[in-house]
């Protein structure tokens, strides 16, 4: 082999060996080849494939090196970093990263009632439940419940004990349509008969010649209630006075018999003292009657009254209560 072969061949062979010696220098030696090895360091595993393993020599949580929260498995983020931390409810932020627990004023549509009990009746202060929320509404009366929160205007039927006068007036005598009302309610009763009043409301059996009259029988009544009467059966009295007696005629009598056994010197007749207006009095004398007394009665006063009687005169006189006055 020439001189100049051996030349030749020697430059094939270095040209040969560069690419193995620029794979072992790597970029730390200027190299361009992909480095080979152990990682150093901060890192771990071999080249090209190296992972970190420490943070300035210090080793990191998982999630620092997957970057996933699903890896935090203990430990809370404290609300001054922006976490939860101990805070049990709504959560506010301030806008620096920092929580803190949020109240009804934090919210965007907060009302009243987010912070005053409103299952407090005492602490509903304004406004009217409407009928159809199971409230009063607008009603003006007796309330009805429909069993599923609706409230209505409660009629008689809805009560638990109403009877037909709930909605029918019984103050109408001609709405009551049966039964009798009792004696001691100021009905008739069971009573078949006249009827007398007590004047307190209570109703009994009126009773013959004390409460009235019966027709045809002889009497007085003990008690004139008519404002203008005249009395004209059964209310004769008979009297036989003696010189200087006092006749009194009792309230009832519609004619009075004086009748002596002869002539009197004296004598006195003293009218009905309670009559009422128009009644009607005639007082005969069957006998002569020198010297006539005859009085109103009580506080009665009396006009064209007689000073005295002859046989047979009968002195007829009419009350008028206006002015308390008999006038014969």
């Given amino acids: 082999m020439t001189n100049r072969a051996v030349i030749i061949l020697s430059f094939l062979l270095v040209l040969w060996a560069l690419p193995s010696v620029w794979s072992q220098t790597g970029p730390s030696g200027g190299g361009s080849a992909t480095p080979t090895g152990p990682c150093g360091g901060d890192l771990n595993g071999t080249f090209p494939n190296?992972?970190?393993a420490k943070i300035n020599g210090s080793t990191p949580a998982a999630v620092a090196t997957s970057g996933s929260a699903a890896d935090l498995s203990a430990g809370t983020l404290a609300a001054a970093r922006g976490g939860a931390g101990t805070i049990n409810g709504a959560l506010k932020a301030n806008g620096s990263g920092t929580v803190t627990q949020a109240a009804c004023a934090d919210l965007s549509n907060s009302v009243t009632s987010c912070s005053t009990d409103a299952t407090n009746a005492s602490n509903i202060a304004s406004g009217t439940l409407a009928a159809a929320r199971g409230g009063a509404g607008t009603i003006n009366g007796a309330l009805k419940a429909n069993g599923s929160g609706v409230v209505t205007q409660a009629a008689c039927a809805?009560?638990?004990n109403s009877v037909a006068s709930c909605s029918t007036d019984a103050t109408n005598a001609a709405n009551i349509s049966s039964g009798v009302l009792a004696a001691a309610r100021g009905g008739a009763?069971?009573?078949?008969?006249?009827?007398?009043?007590?004047?307190?409301?209570?109703?009994?059996?009126?009773?013959?010649?004390?409460?009235?009259?019966a027709p045809g029988a002889a009497g007085s009544f003990t008690?004139?209630?008519?404002?203008?009467?005249?009395?004209?059966?059964?209310c004769m009295d008979f009297q036989v006075p003696s010189s200087g007696n006092t006749i009194n005629i009792a309230s009832g009598i519609c004619e009075e018999m004086v009748a002596?056994?002869?002539?009197?010197?004296?004598l006195t007749v003293n009218l009905i003292s309670a009559p009422v207006n128009g009644q009607k009095l005639k007082v005969r004398f069957t006998q002569i009657i020198t010297t006539l007394t005859l009085g109103g009665g009580g506080s009665n006063s009396i006009v064209g009254n007689p000073v005295s009687a002859a046989l047979g005169v009968v002195v007829?006189?009419?009350?008028?209560t206006s002015n308390t006055t008999w006038y014969c």
């Fill in 50 to 52: 190296c992972g970190v």
């Fill in 158 to 160: 809805d009560l638990s």
């Fill in 189 to 213: 009763g069971t009573i078949s008969g006249l009827l007398k009043a007590n004047g307190s409301g209570t109703v009994s059996q009126a009773a013959s010649g004390t409460d009235y009259i």
């Fill in 223 to 234: 008690t004139v209630t008519h404002t203008d009467v005249e009395i004209v059966a059964g």
């Fill in 260 to 266: 002596p056994a002869g002539t009197l010197t004296t």
């Fill in 316 to 320: 007829d006189c009419v009350y008028r």
